[in-house]
């Protein structure tokens, strides 16, 4: 008994060592949320166009670029770590413009980064 005594409270030692990391993760997936949906979804989300179209237009170039061997929707991607998502959001890439740290902060672009790994796990 006494060693389970100290396995109990060794795991819930770590329990509270890991809990806050949790809830900071949860964090930073919401802020990702809201992030990601206030300035990628209006071009990359799922939906047709405003004017008809059948995607939007950043879901839309995705799919005609990979043509199936990538999800065309970025919420579907698990290849968008925290560096790749920094160098389309700064630099641009084809119609999508870049985006200022004053408009996305590296901040941003981390919990977008985060938002869509949970979405990659959600699914797995």
Known sequence: MM????V??????????????????????????T?????????HGPGRGDDGA?????THALHLKYRGAKPALLEER???P?????????NGVASMPPFRKTEV?????????AYLAAQAAGRR
Do not use: N, S
């Not at 059948?54 to 950043?58: D, W």
């Not at 902060?105 to 980064?113: L, P, S, V």
């Open 3 to 6: 060693l389970a005594g100290k």
């Open 35 to 43: 992030v990601f949906a206030h300035y990628c979804a209006p071009c």
């Open 8 to 33: 109990f409270a060794a795991v819930a030692a770590a329990a509270a060592i890991v809990a806050p990391a949790v809830a900071q993760d949860a964090g930073l997936v919401e802020r990702g949320r």
């Open 54 to 58: 059948p995607m939007l237009p950043g």
């Open 78 to 80: 698990t290849d968008l």
């Open 105 to 113: 902060t590296d901040e941003d672009i981390a919990a977008i980064a």
């Open 82 to 90: 925290y560096d790749v998502l920094k160098a389309f959001v700064r």
